[in-house]
């Protein structure tokens, strides 16, 4: 597995847990407001130890990836609160990626879910977002079934949104 660092500013970076004054910056300057609920949800459940948000900030210009993970769901096969995880969010702002960032925060949130006991990791990609599969497979992960991908959330203005968004699943022995 190959897991240079390729450019500098990705040393820089500091990766953390999120923190409630986070939750506006984790809009992207409104781009994805829409989903200012399920930031607050994510949130809420990283209070009640079932969930994980993790930011990378770079100085002088703030938040440019964040991940969610899901320690325990109410879809055992994704997380089951005792080996299994789930990653169910990973963006980072475009300009930063295929220079090393995805795989740094990835190794992070890793290194961590094995601390925290667990075994194996489980996301979902979707079938479109080639240059995600490809990182997740140079990783290890490897597609495990297909996901219908359909899903809906309470967007900010209170209507409910449905996404089909088909994937596939993808799982790694940590």
């Known amino acids: 597995m190959d897991t240079r660092i390729s450019a500098k500013w990705v040393q820089d970076v500091q990766i953390r847990e ?14 994805f ?4 609920n399920l930031y607050a949800e994510a949130y809420r459940r990283t ?3 079932l969930g994980v948000i993790w930011l990378a900030l770079l100085p002088q210009k703030g938040l440019i990836g964040q991940v969610f993970i899901q320690l325990n769901s109410e879809r055992p096969e994704m997380a089951d609160g005792k080996d299994q995880a789930y990653l169910y969010g990973f963006r980072i702002r475009p300009s930063y990626r295929g220079q090393g960032l995805g795989t740094r925060m990835m190794t ?11 075994t194996r990791l489980t996301l979902n990609v979707a079938v479109d ?10 990783l290890g992960y ?3 079934a ?3 991908g359909i899903w809906s ?12 968004e088909p994937a596939f699943r993808m799982e790694k022995h940590l």
């Open 47 to 49: 209070q009640r130890h």
């Open 18 to 31: 999120a923190e409630f004054a986070d939750l506006p910056a984790m809009e992207w300057e409104g781009e």
């Open 153 to 164: 959330y309470v967007d900010h203005l209170g209507r409910r949104r449905w996404v089909e």
């Open 146 to 148: 297909p996901e219908p």
């Open 108 to 118: 992070h949130v890793e290194d961590d879910l094995r601390w925290r006991g667990f």
């Open 129 to 138: 977002n080639l240059q995600a599969q490809n990182l997740y497979a140079r």
């Open 33 to 36: 407001k829409h989903f200012r």
């Open 142 to 144: 490897e597609v495990v």
